[in-house]
């Protein structure tokens, strides 16, 4: 049986919307708590959490700040057995390689903090080479928020679905801007067409 799962969320939380869309594909069942209008309930995220990140989502007696697929697996094991599963579901890529960035790179960048994912070889045609990508670039946010690591960028994009897109934050020779990588829908005629399998 499911353990109960409540997930607490504000309307401006950049991964909030990516968390309540994983549990929908994987056919969780979930009540949620709008803490920005509810100071009931953002009492009690506190008092779970001793802060006011969100999203938090409370699986049992189980509590996880912030949106990280691979840890729901891990705390839903039942995910994706149920009617609203989507094990099939086309998963999208950034087509790149990619790695977090260490302490050592930052301070060589000159980066303030060593937050960020440090793009390796884009793959050409990709959504990240369509997105103007380059190799050495790294992508310090996810619209207004920081990005933490490669495990998090990861976490966005598998909540993402073809049609969608993302504004990303990259750091550049000195300079920061701003990149919308886009996950195009696939073309009718090319759905039935065997994939071709390639790395990354």
Not at 17 to 24: D, G
Not at 77 to 83: E, H, I, K, Q, V
């Amino acid at each position: 049986m499911q353990p109960e799962v409540v997930i607490y969320t504000t309307p401006t939380c950049q991964y909030c919307p990516a968390a309540k869309r994983w549990l929908q594909d994987h056919g969780v069942a979930y009540t949620e708590y709008d803490v920005s209008r509810d100071p009931v309930r953002a009492t009690e995220m506190y008092r779970l959490t001793g802060q006011g990140a969100v999203p938090v989502i409370r699986v049992g007696g189980q509590v996880m700040v912030g949106f990280d697929p691979l840890q729901l697996a891990k705390l839903l094991p039942n995910a994706g057995n149920g009617n609203g599963g989507s094990a099939a579901a086309e998963k999208l890529s950034l087509r790149m390689a990619a790695q977090s960035l260490t302490p050592e790179k930052a301070e060589e960048l000159g980066l303030p903090a060593p937050f960020g994912v440090v793009v390796g070889p884009v793959h050409k045609g990709g959504p990240a080479d369509a997105a103007g990508l380059r190799e050495g670039d790294v992508i310090v946010g996810i619209g207004g928020y920081t990005l933490q690591n490669l495990s998090q960028l990861q976490g966005v994009v598998a909540a993402r679905r073809p049609g969608d897109s993302i504004k990303l934050r990259v750091w550049r020779e000195g300079t920061e801007k701003e990149v919308t990588v886009e996950f195009p829908r696939p073309e009718p005629d090319a759905v039935a067409e065997p994939a071709t399998p390639q790395a990354g």
